[in-house]
């Protein structure tokens, strides 16, 4: 029987390349830090990185980017002086493994050298119960007496992108603990690593190589005889709230970690691993291959949920690395927030707290970009201050070299208005509207302010336009009218009015308090206006389609195929300006079928057919984002099997590793969290059905061919759901736990769900 809840492969060299892309789909990580999957003999040389969230620097005039910390995983084996690496020729098995079940990294490799072969096996995690601990199981057997020497600690030998990083890397050792420890570069917050182990075997050393701090082990290994030890290592930074020094901290921390021992701390973690499956596993019967990827990309979003009270969000390549200058992009909102908010609200929360954090940012942005707006404008790309960390020369011409200007910073607008649909749908679908009063009531409404500033009226047509802007096609810039940047600035505007509705009967208080601080209440009304008055480019009487910009249409006719065969380097950019898709109707992503996705209930089955018949041919796919839309809305009108296509393209992305690894001049390579979340959201809310809102939970299954049945839990108002889906049948189990009854909308039959009660409705799947 196919085991659905791991991966392996038997690879270990190929290149620098391949062990990139490697180490992105074996990556394990914990919210706090992530590992990319690496062996425990790699070095820098091939991108061994322990990524941390939140925490960032910037070396002269390149990119700030997240720092990595020293390896506190690192060991390496010597037989008979000759050191082994799966790197070599002496490798005569080798398999490494990625559970899902606890998020655990598995290899075993074994080496033949003089007629001895030496196998070694290791396992490692990042605890889900101690996020700044990391802890590893090793061991080596021999076929033969022979002698080994093991060198285990901290390799502070770091791999930067664009660094270094950690200045004055100081290493030193307290009894059994190794210890290193460096200040960043642009803001002098200090990064601690320490280590310890448990070795009940050999003679042990230390020494220092460099930025090393080692433990080295002598041992004369006996024939057949399986040697362990345990490690324990801990990273804080500055960023953590401890008493007294990081350094101190990390090392508490390994030594508390080492009296419980590897059993206990792997229970423990186990444990918080099986809470997370249980509130987020979706089960597929019939189709291994999309249960498996499912799986997978469901792993990848628990993996990396920001830690309870950080208030930090998800990069767009996760903690994979320090890709994309590990910043917060519009995909957390749109892509990642929805599998949070219907399966993890703790977590949602805490994506949602990140932006409220960063409000500060959005302001001083909207103050510097272009004529100086007013209110919150959101960075494009966002680091810890929510300043834009996007720069105006984006994309590098690998061709000649040359930066080019592209215009995400300035004008991809959209990013406001996202932030704001998902700060509301947090207190709509939650019921909870303490985050509004945090700080969430405040951030919709600068949003709004933003837009009002931002839109242009139109007097003789007696309407406001959103003009000048980016859509999610970035192959188009500086266009007018976008369909997706005006519908969701419209919707910003009604959101905010919605929001001042609800403090005003529930919290009247603090709502004039928020109204004085942000002298605001006088613009109200023109947010009222705004929102009836905002021009939407609407579905053509004839034919249905929705110009995605003014102009659009009269672009010229192409093929993705056709562009690509006049492509002068495989990595050319297509958009910025002079690229080859700008005179074209060829589009890099989904945008008015993001808009119909995003507002399904406002759009017929009919125009979505439509539009998603025009749009689809013309889609090059250049982004990670793209499938997951066409995939939800051809399940919404009714083509099972290209929605089958496109959740297969979103779900495999990061197992396949098929992805860009340059856009341009600019390293792309690292995983897709919101490819991750459309693979959740294209098997749920699309083939599954479910739309949630504030008065209810709507289910209208469209089952692919392949599946006969779909289960998942789904979180609304506080309650938790499990629901049974099959080609003829709805069961909904409220559970006992519950605290009300809930009226649940089952392929247009209402039903009442109390708790504890089951109820299965027969329906007749739509074709």
């Not at 002496?90 to 398999?95: G, I, L």
């Not at 509207?433 to 139109?458: P, Q, T």
């Not at 859509?471 to 369909?483: L, S």
């Not at 991750?676 to 739309?691: E, I, K, R, Y």
């Amino acid at each position: 029987m196919k085991d659905l809840w791991s991966i392996s492969t038997a690879e270990h060299t190929d290149g620098k390349e391949t062990i990139m892309r490697r180490g992105n789909v074996y990556q394990i990580a914990n919210g706090y830090m992530g590992y990319r999957g690496t062996l425990d003999e790699f070095t820098s040389e091939q991108l061994v990185g322990i990524t941390l969230a939140g925490i960032f620097d910037r070396v002269g005039p390149a990119w700030r980017e997240p720092v990595n910390a020293p390896n506190g995983g690192f060991t390496s084996v010597s037989l008979g002086g000759a050191e082994l690496s799966a790197l070599g020729n002496k490798v005569t098995r080798h398999r490494q493994t990625l559970r899902f079940g606890n998020a655990l990294f598995e290899r075993q490799t074994s080496f033949a050298f003089k007629g001895t072969t030496l196998t070694v096996r290791s396992a490692r995690f990042l605890s889900a119960e101690t996020p700044n601990l990391g802890v590893i199981r090793f061991s080596i057997t021999c076929s033969r007496a022979a002698t080994v020497t093991v060198r285990t600690g901290i390799d502070g030998n770091i791999w930067d992108l664009n660094g270094p990083h950690l200045l004055g890397l100081a290493a030193t050792r307290r009894d059994s603990v190794l210890f290193v420890e460096g200040r960043t570069n642009e803001s002098s917050k200090r990064v601690a690593v320490a280590e310890t182990a448990d070795i009940d075997f050999g003679k042990v050393t230390y020494e220092s190589r460099g930025n090393r701090s080692l433990r080295v082990v002598h041992l004369r290994a006996e024939a057949g005889t399986t040697y362990t030890f345990h490690k324990y290592f801990a990273v804080f930074t500055d960023n953590d709230a401890v008493r007294g020094s990081v350094a101190e901290a990390a090392i508490e921390t390994v030594l508390q970690a080492r009296s419980l021992g590897y059993e206990d701390c792997l229970a423990r973690h186990g444990a918080r691993w099986q809470e997370k499956w249980n509130r987020s596993d979706v089960t597929i019967e019939g189709d291994d291959e999309a249960q498996l990827a499912l799986r997978y990309s469901i792993l990848q979003l628990l993996m990396v949920a920001p830690v309870k009270g950080s208030a930090n969000s998800i990069p767009a390549r996760a903690l994979s690395g320090q890709v994309y200058k590990g910043a917060i992009f519009w995909d957390t909102e749109m892509f990642m927030f929805p599998f949070f908010i219907h399966t993890y609200p703790e977590k949602a929360v805490e994506l949602m707290r990140y932006r409220i954090k960063t409000l500060d940012g959005a302001r001083r942005k909207a103050k510097t970009e272009g004529r100086g707006y007013r209110g919150a404008f959101y960075a494009w790309e966002s680091q810890e201050t929510g300043d834009d960390a996007c720069t105006y020369y984006n994309i590098g011409d690998p061709s000649t070299g040359r930066a080019l200007r592209t215009y995400f910073r300035d004008k991809q607008v959209h990013i406001s208005g996202d932030v704001a649909i998902a700060m509301w749908d947090y207190f709509r679908l939650t019921g909870d509207d303490s985050l509004l009063l945090e700080g969430g009531a405040e951030v919709i409404l600068e949003c709004a302010r933003f837009y009002y500033s931002y839109a242009y009226y139109k007097d003789e047509k007696r309407r406001y336009e959103i003009l000048d802007v980016i859509g999610p096609d970035e192959y188009h810039e500086r266009v007018n009218n976008n369909a997706f940047t005006s519908m969701v600035a419209k919707e910003t505007f009604t959101i905010a009015i919605a929001t001042v509705n609800h403090l005003r009967r529930r919290h009247p208080k603090e709502l004039r308090t928020l109204l004085k601080k942000l002298r605001i209440e006088g613009e109200l009304p023109a947010f009222r206006d705004a929102a009836r008055r905002l021009f939407i480019p609407g579905a053509d009487a004839k034919t249905g389609i929705i110009e995605q910009f003014d102009g659009y249409l009269g672009l010229r006719e192409s093929s993705v195929k056709e562009l690509k065969a006049r492509m002068i380097h495989p990595d050319e950019y297509l958009g910025a300006g002079q690229g080859l898709a700008v005179p074209t109707k060829i589009i890099k992503q989904a945008d008015v079928v993001m808009m119909l996705n995003l507002f399904r209930t406002r759009f017929s089955a009919e125009i979505k057919r439509a539009n998603w018949e025009y749009y689809e041919p013309r889609t090059e796919h250049g982004s990670s984002l793209s499938a997951c839309a066409y995939a939800m809305v051809a399940a919404e009108f009714g083509n099972l099997d290209f929605a089958y296509k496109y959740f297969l393209k979103t779900a495999k992305i990061d197992l396949e590793a098929k992805y860009k690894v340059y856009v341009g001049s600019v390293f792309m390579g690292g995983s897709h969290p919101a490819a991750n979340g459309g693979a959740w959201m294209t098997a749920v809310l699309g083939f599954g059905g479910v739309h949630a809102d504030e008065k209810r939970v709507a289910i209208n299954p469209r089952l692919c061919r392949k599946w006969r049945r779909l289960q998942f839990h789904l979180a609304y108002k506080g309650d938790d759901f499990r629901m049974n889906i099959t080609k003829n049948s709805v069961t909904v189990a409220s559970s006992r736990a519950n605290t009300r009854v809930h009226a649940v909308l089952v392929a247009g039959k209402p039903v009442k769900c109390s708790p504890g009660r089951p109820v299965t409705v027969r329906y007749r799947q739509a074709r």
